[in-house]
């Protein structure tokens, strides 16, 4: 979905520590002249004060907002300030990256197929309450599957739920360690995270009236993952995967 205006779609981002992937949104959505003018960030929304996300907004002139459940009385009137915030700069896409709050409902039912966020792990496998940071990293070594990687969803009412977007294959590798495995994936989310959004706001992908994502991104053949040589080719063919057709 373009903006009503014709321009870019105006996006927020939810963080709630470093914001590394909001860096990777930044990057692509963010300043005069980037890259992408599918969407532009518009707002960046916190949860907590003092975090870096906050210092990349400050830095990229982001306006930012940090809106914490403790300042208000219960679920609604935390939703309700959320929305007024996404309300006052006209937010049309929400994509939470590293957000760790559930979202009220109200919140959640105003941008219905309108927020997305992106999981660190496979799902349906390895989401829920509490499974985020090293936790999931470490589930996964623990489970002993070979293959992890990032997946991005729409939102709903509850923990990692919602419909699946995209996901990428990142192998584990013998002697990870939650540590290693995280920085191996993450370079994963910032590749995947931006085509994503960006198809989000040019129409290729929406909530299906049958609770299932639709994407109409069409996939090259051999281009996805392990079908590349290296990690440098699996990482570049996410970029060839998500615009191909444009």
């Known amino acids: 979905m373009m903006s009503d205006s014709g321009g870019p779609a105006?996006?927020?981002?939810?963080?709630?520590?470093?914001?590394?992937n909001l860096g990777a949104l930044i990057d692509r959505f963010g300043a005069e002249g980037a890259p992408d003018t599918s969407a532009r960030v518009a707002l960046?929304?916190?949860d907590r004060f003092e975090i870096e996300a906050l210092e990349r907004a400050e830095a990229a002139g982001v306006p930012a907002a940090t809106i914490r459940p403790q300042d208000y009385e219960g679920k609604d009137a935390f939703g309700d300030a959320i929305l007024a915030a996404l309300s006052t700069h006209a937010i049309e896409l929400v994509a939470l990256a590293g957000y760790l709050r559930l979202l009220p409902p109200g919140v959640v039912s105003a941008y219905r197929g309108k927020i997305i966020n992106i999981h660190p792990a496979p799902l349906p496998a390895f989401g829920g309450p509490g499974m985020y940071g090293h936790r999931v990293h470490g589930a996964v070594i623990e489970s002993g599957v070979r293959v992890s990687g990032p997946t991005i969803h729409f939102v709903d009412e509850r923990y990692d739920t919602?419909?699946?977007?995209?996901?990428w294959p990142v192998p584990v590798l013998p002697g990870d360690t939650p540590d290693s495995l995280a920085a191996r994936v993450l370079?994963?989310?910032h590749r995947l995270y931006p085509p994503v959004v960006s198809a989000l706001a040019?129409?290729?992908?929406r909530l299906g009236e049958d609770g299932r994502a639709v994407v109409?991104?069409?996939?090259?053949?051999?281009a996805i993952g392990f079908g590349a040589s290296s990690e440098e080719g699996s990482l570049d063919s996410i970029e060839s995967f998500w615009v191909r057709g444009r």
Do not use: D, K
Not at 10 to 20: C, I, P, T
Not at 162 to 167: F, L, V
């Open 10 to 20: 105006a996006l927020a981002v939810f963080a709630s520590g470093s914001g590394s």
């Open 44 to 46: 960046v929304l916190t």
């Open 162 to 167: 919602g419909a699946i977007i995209a996901q």
């Open 187 to 189: 370079r994963y989310e």
């Open 202 to 205: 040019r129409g290729e992908v």
């Open 216 to 222: 109409s991104v069409p996939a090259p053949p051999g």
